[in-house]
């Protein structure tokens, strides 16, 4: 009994009182910077999830680990980690009640505005919940955008998004709008099918009605033919030419929006549509799917009665927000004028007194169940010998110094590893970059992706040859850069020291811009990015190197085993669906050809033979210092 109780006050109360401060003032802190003041907009993600997912690893790591290593942590079977199992055990025990009191926080300090009209939501300080007395719904005028994305621990996930942003008036409105159709009775095309250009500029069919019929001066429809050969694949079901008067008749989309600013809605009701499918679905059958999706969505709309409601969220910045604001944008009678963010709001059809549920109470049942598993999991475990003449504080010291040496180790590149760390330093600069520029964290768009600089043939045959090189520093995600960091520094750690850094660093790039060649010839319009095709290029190299001497025979095997295992399990999962198998075999080809011809240069690595053992070690660094310049 007196063990347990230096185990309740040595090692549960330190966990117990982290436990509470951690969530104490992390929300604090949310509340005060993002809420009350609202210094800056932060992903929701970030603030609800990825927060509450890193930063119980801090206190765990520099203040917990030393106590729980007070416990006498000797697995009789020496299979696992015992004093890792403590650690994660502590983490999720700190994680539930930290997540659930985000959302608590969110929903508790959010005000409810009473308004008369709509129009005047834009005329004091946004509040979070709002009741409207007087607002007007159009739903014939909403805008939408659809959004596609590769999900699950091994991308076997298709999710498919439907955004419609429905715009919000004070009462009903007359909008300037020609409803102007084409009628070519004798055309031998289908006009719902052919491509719209007009004025010399292809131009998206619902801007039609935009265009006043007093000013068309002519129409010409061209066949299919004709209009594949002019206008490529878009035109191959015909196209219908429109060339207006320049005169005061002419009213482009432009003028209309202007002319229209004073109809723009003072906010959007945002309704979203979910379906996930299996990734391994072909590209015929992901389009069947989708189509089927999209009408069970459109009857859902057609049904839905968006004026019934207690009341209205206002939607925080996040990924759903940013697709609602993508819909808004759709609207063709969308005013870009307006630089202020859209408002979005969603429905909510419950009493406002019961917004927070049960989170409050979960946030107290999470820590308490955490307390009494961590406080059993302690029963399992004995203290260790004369632990009260141990040092406890020393070691605290001595694993925060140890903490903050390796912190210090990944920031300063080694002299070893100089290249590697460099590299994937700047991965992740790109990619928090991305993250606090508000473009996402968990996943990217695609647009935001091609305009940052992603492999697309098309825009390749325009010129934009930088892309080869650019988007193996682009990643689709957190997940996706993390996977890939981990594989470059897997492999650098044992191929940079024998390669050195100027052949180490040309050897990733080439097979990066050679990845990203085979992945733009293979598919014809497909968004690709990422490092994996260059990694996989290292990994080529040093599968090429394995079968040479230039490893020690006495690891060359086992190497080579795992070597391949890896790339041929990367391979076949590839197939699943999501990943670019064909600038992983680009990567893979060229690292091969790569290590071969590099091997004359470095068959004369400095080889020691141990006298003792008669094995031969390599020697990292033997080869002559030479400069590097990471290119960004």
Not at 197 to 211: A, E, F, M, P, Q
Not at 364 to 372: E, P, Q, R, W
Not at 498 to 525: E, N, Q
Request: with cysteine.
């Amino acid at each position: 009994m007196k063990e347990y109780g230096k185990k309740f006050r040595l090692i549960f109360l330190p966990f117990a009182l982290i436990n509470v401060v951690l969530v104490i003032a992390y929300t604090f802190l949310r509340w005060a910077l993002f809420i009350k003041m609202t210094l800056f907009t932060v992903d929701l993600d970030i603030l609800d999830l990825w927060g509450p997912m890193v930063l119980p690893w801090i206190p765990i790591l520099i203040w917990l680990r030393p106590r729980i290593k007070l416990l006498n942590l000797k697995n009789k079977n020496g299979k696992g980690d015992p004093l890792m199992g403590y650690m994660a055990f502590a983490w999720m025990a700190m994680f539930a009640p930290l997540a659930i009191a985000q959302a608590y926080i969110e929903t508790a300090t959010g005000k409810l505005t009473q308004l008369e009209n709509i129009s005047l939501v834009n005329k004091q300080p946004l509040t979070k919940y709002y009741k409207i007395k007087h607002f007007y719904i159009d739903k014939k005028l909403c805008g939408y955008k659809t959004r596609f994305e590769i999900s699950g621990k091994y991308n076997q996930d298709f999710d498919m998004y439907i955004y419609v942003a429905v715009p919000v008036y004070d009462t009903d409105h007359i909008i300037k709008k020609y409803n102007y159709t084409i009628s070519a009775p004798k055309s031998p095309i289908n006009s719902n099918n052919a491509l719209i250009v007009v004025n010399g500029k292809i131009t998206d069919r619902d801007y039609l009605h935009s265009v006043n019929p007093r000013s068309i001066d002519k129409i010409t429809v061209l066949k299919g033919r004709t209009g594949e050969a002019l206008y490529g694949n878009a035109g191959k079901n015909g196209a219908i030419l429109i060339t207006t008067k320049q005169g005061r008749f002419t009213d482009t989309l432009e003028s209309i929006q202007e002319d229209n600013a004073k109809y723009t809605p003072f906010a959007w009701i945002g309704v979203k549509y979910q379906k996930t499918v299996s990734s391994r679905l072909s590209s015929d059958e992901k389009q069947q799917r989708y189509q089927q999706f999209a009408t069970q969505s459109q009857a859902a709309f057609d049904s839905a009665d968006l004026n019934k409601f207690i009341y209205l969220d206002r939607i925080s910045y996040s990924s759903d927000f940013k697709g609602y604001i993508s819909a808004v944008k759709k609207d063709p009678f969308y005013s870009s004028l307006n630089t202020s963010p859209p408002i979005i709001f969603t429905t909510v059809n419950e009493p406002f007194e019961a917004r927070n549920g049960h989170k409050l109470l979960w946030v107290f049942g999470a820590m308490g169940i955490g307390f009494t598993f961590f406080l059993i999991t302690l029963l399992f475990k004995p203290l260790r010998r004369n632990t009260e003449s141990i040092d406890i504080e020393g070691e605290a010291q001595a694993d925060q110094k140890t903490f903050f040496v390796w912190a210090k180790a990944l920031i300063i590149p080694q002299k070893r590893l100089a290249v590697t760390q460099v590299l994937i330093q700047i991965n992740l600069l790109v990619f928090m970059l991305m993250v606090f520029s508000g473009l996402g964290f968990m996943s990217f768009n695609g647009a935001d992706l091609l305009r940052l600089g992603a492999n697309y043939r098309p825009a390749i045959h325009k010129g934009e040859y930088w892309r080869l090189l650019t988007n193996i520093f682009l990643h689709g995600g957190v997940m996706h850069v993390l996977m890939n960091m981990y594989g470059l520094f897997f492999v650098g750690l044992f191929l940079e020291p024998v390669m050195g850094r100027v052949k180490y660093l040309i050897t990733y790039l080439v097979c990066g811009i050679a990845a990203s060649i085979a992945s733009a010839w293979w598919h014809p319009a497909t968004i690709s990015i990422g490092a994996s095709g260059a990694i996989f290029g290292l990994f080529g190299a040093f599968l090429a190197l394995l079968t040479v001497n230039v490893f020690p025979a006495t690891s060359k095997k086992s190497f080579l085993i795992s070597t391949s295992i890896f790339i041929g399990y990367n391979l076949l999962f590839g197939l699943v669906g999501g990943i670019d198998n064909a600038a992983h075999i680009g990567g893979l080809i060229s690292g091969l050809i790569l290590g071969y011809a590099l091997y004359p240069s470095l068959k004369n690595t400095t080889i020691q033979k141990h006298a003792d053992a008669g094995t031969e070690e390599i020697i990292p660094g033997a080869e002559p210092e030479q400069d590097y310049q990471s290119e960004e």
